[in-house]
């Protein structure tokens, strides 16, 4: 599966942003999806996850309450919407796929299989 990540751009301080990622070459059904970002010179980490079903998703405690992640099998696209965005939030997002995840798996980078290319969103403050 190849996946496609867009949405990012430059935003104030409690504005909002709508990430999404399109999947091609398989349906995106067939996997739990995930994002992740990277702050320059530093690990990538995890921000949310969406099972395949939709029934469980779970999120980093830095995001909580903020953003959301959704799926939409029919159009082969999973979306992170990002309220209330802070300047720590500042970082490229990658979304991922992932062929199998199990319990507490779904925070862990190594579990998934496919990688988007990334979208770089920048907070001012």
């Known amino acids: 599966v190849q996946l496609q990540a867009s949405g990012g751009g430059l935003v104030q301080a409690g504005g909002s942003l709508r990430l999404s990622c399109a999947a091609s070459?398989?349906?995106?059904?067939?996997?739990?999806m995930g994002w992740f970002r990277r702050i320059p010179g530093k690990e990538r980490t995890f921000v949310a996850a969406?099972?395949?079903?939709?029934?469980?998703?779970g999120y980093a405690d830095s995001v909580k309450g903020r953003f959301t992640i959704a799926r939409d099998n029919a159009k082969n696209t999973v979306y992170l919407q990002m309220n209330n965005l802070k300047p720590e939030d500042t970082a490229v997002y990658y979304c991922?796929?992932?062929?199998?995840?199990?319990?507490?798996?779904?925070?862990?980078?190594?579990?998934?299989?496919?990688w988007g290319q990334g979208t770089l969103v920048t907070v001012s403050s």
């Open positions: 969406i099972s395949r079903s939709i029934s469980s998703t």
């Open positions: 070459g398989r349906p995106l059904s067939s996997y739990a």
């Open positions: 991922a796929a992932s062929q199998g995840l199990s319990g507490d798996d779904y925070a862990s980078p190594q579990k998934y299989n496919y």
